[in-house]
């Protein structure tokens, strides 16, 4: 039987960078096109992702779906202005729903803003997805699996499936149950590396703890990113030579802004 070619997943990525802000990394997004949606997710929405967005060619008034990991300003700045350009783009009427999943601290963060400075349109078509930890929700061609992570806000780390392919986002978190359970398999796993092997932290992980992960978990491929800059200003080679020596050996890839991925 011939293989299928078309990939399951094609990830884009809108911020690599974290809160220090840098000329060349935006903080963290990624728009993500499953192959069963016709339009696409973005996975938390940093300052500045609307526009990378727009460079790709992609229409932010056609995206289905944001999926917020946590309420860090890099992490969500940018949900605002999307909704207000939702609502009030001359010209532009939303139609189809546009979802949104995160916590309940999304959620008070979402209502909290609206009543104070953005009132959504009556008839506008929002659906909040409440997401807690060991969840799992099935939809039409995918499902999503969400675990708490152990971070300096509450957390969630996702893992999507689409017709076998797995696709898992650890969100910012030091090592812990959460991130090692939706890592396992992981066709792609994207992991934050904010801090280099001999500078460890209580809620990030280093060069070498993401490769630890990715070992444990057997996933085929490592994207590394939300980098701060001690890790930005290391050259690749030494970058690899960290992760390299926790032991894996699947291929380790460090995120660059606008950078396309194909997951199969």
Excluded at 117 to 134: C, G, R, Y
Aim: hydrophobic residues 40%; glycine residues 8%; aromatic residues 10%.
């Amino acid at each position: 039987m011939q293989q299928d070619d078309t990939p399951k997943f094609i990830v884009t990525v809108l911020g690599s960078g974290s809160c220090v802000l840098l000329h060349n990394r935006y903080p963290s997004s990624y728009f993500i096109r499953p192959s069963v949606v016709p339009t696409g997710w973005l996975v938390d929405i940093g300052s500045g992702a609307i526009q990378h967005l727009i460079e790709t060619g992609e229409s932010h008034l056609e995206i289905e779906s944001v999926f917020i990991s946590h309420v860090h300003p890099d992490h969500i700045s940018d949900l605002l202005p999307l909704l207000q350009a939702l609502n009030y783009t001359p010209g532009f009427k939303r139609i189809k729903p546009f979802y949104i999943y995160g916590s309940e601290d999304v959620r008070r963060y979402l209502n909290y803003n609206m009543k104070l400075a953005l009132p959504l349109l009556e008839d506008f078509p929002m659906k909040f997805i409440l997401l807690k930890d060991k969840m799992k929700l099935e939809k039409e061609g995918w499902s999503l699996e969400v675990r708490s992570l152990k971070h300096s806000a509450k957390t969630l780390g996702f893992r999507w499936n689409v017709e076998g392919c797995i696709l898992v986002y650890g969100a910012d978190s030091g090592p812990c149950d959460g991130i090692a359970e939706i890592a396992k398999g992981g066709d792609l796993l994207i992991l934050e590396s904010s801090f280099l092997k001999d500078n460890p932290r209580p809620h990030h992980l280093t060069t070498y703890q993401a490769g630890e992960i990715a070992k444990k978990a057997k996933a085929k491929r490592l994207l590394l990113s939300h980098f701060y800059p001690e890790v930005v200003e290391m050259n690749k080679e030494e970058r690899e030579k960290e992760v390299s020596e926790s032991g894996y050996n699947g291929e380790i890839i460090f995120a660059e802004d606008l950078m396309h991925l194909e997951v199969f």
